[in-house]
């Protein structure tokens, strides 16, 4: 199993970028795809992007395609997120997933193991 550790969170201003990390415990990394999640305040979790362990197929919720990305170096153990022209929407905390193995990228029930979360806020 995996112990995804989010970190890089923090208070940006509308238009500029920002990068999250996730490290993740444990020898079979590589074997897991990743996924990041994220909850506004008084809103369900709702999907970011995701990526497969070997890091060549990516998928990211079509509102956000292009101004994120999800990446991943396996030889840290570190998933990564790009977020460029942040806007006030973007405020949430920020969660890190593993998926064992399930091709379900974009449900919440397909990752087994999650990360306490980082806050972005965005201010406008």
């Known amino acids: 199993q995996v112990q995804p550790v989010e970190s890089g969170g923090g208070l940006v201003q509308a238009g500029d970028s920002l990068r999250l990390s996730c490290a993740a415990s444990?020898?079979?990394?590589?074997?897991?795809?990743m996924g990041w999640f994220r909850q506004a305040p008084g809103k369900e979790r709702e999907f970011v992007a995701a990526i497969s362990g070997g890091g060549f197929r990516t998928y990211y919720a079509s509102a956000l395609k292009g101004r994120f990305t999800i990446s991943r170096d396996n030889a840290k153990n570190t998933v990564y997120l790009q977020m460029n022209s942040l806007k006030s929407e973007d405020t949430a905390v920020y969660y890190c997933?593993?998926?064992?193995?399930?091709?379900?990228?974009?449900?919440?029930?397909?990752?087994?193991?999650w990360g306490q979360g980082t806050q972005v806020t965005v201010s406008s």
């Open positions: 997933a593993a998926n064992p193995g399930s091709s379900n990228w974009y449900e919440e029930v397909a990752y087994d193991y």
């Open positions: 444990g020898r079979t990394f590589s074997s897991y795809a």
